[in-house]
Nanobody
Framework: QVQLVESGGGLVQPGGSLRLSCATSGLTFSSYAMGWFRQTPGKEREFVATINYSGSSTYYADSVKGRFTISRANAKNTVYLQLNRLKPEDTAVYYC??????????????????WGQGTQVTVSS
């Protein structure tokens, strides 16, 4: 059974940092591109970042570019999202997702096959 489990969310002040982790099991991790999405109540789930199967290519939403960094450790079957210089508008439930494929960029929700349960990030003073 495929599982994606996010962790690392929490409450942080504006300008602060968090590192989210997504531990996977039940899939051949190195064959999957991974993505991070986020969602707030009443809004559609939005793309945040993606990384290809090997970690050689990354792509970010304009709203987080320069502040967030996606990375992966294939030997640990884990993908990370480093969130720096956080803003209140970054507050959301952050979801990890996986899709098997060779494309460099996957930024649409429907492209992803597996999803985690989400972890809450709250940015507030």
């Amino acid at each position: 059974q495929v599982q994606l489990v996010e962790s690392g969310g929490g409450l942080v002040q504006p300008g602060g940092s968090l590192r989210l982790s997504c531990a996977t099991s039940g899939l051949t991790f190195s064959s999957y591109a991974m993505g991070w999405f986020r969602q707030t109540p009443g809004k559609e789930r939005e793309f945040v970042a993606t990384i290809n199967y090997s970690g050689s290519s990354t792509y970010y939403a304009d709203s987080v570019k320069g502040r967030f960094t996606i990375s992966r450790a294939n030997a640990k079957n884990t993908v990370y999202l480093q969130l720096n210089r956080l803003k209140p508008e970054d507050t959301a439930v952050y979801y990890c997702a996986a899709v098997r494929g060779w494309s460099t960029i996957y930024y649409r929700t429907y492209e992803y096959e597996y999803w985690g349960q989400g972890t809450q990030v709250t940015v507030s003073s």
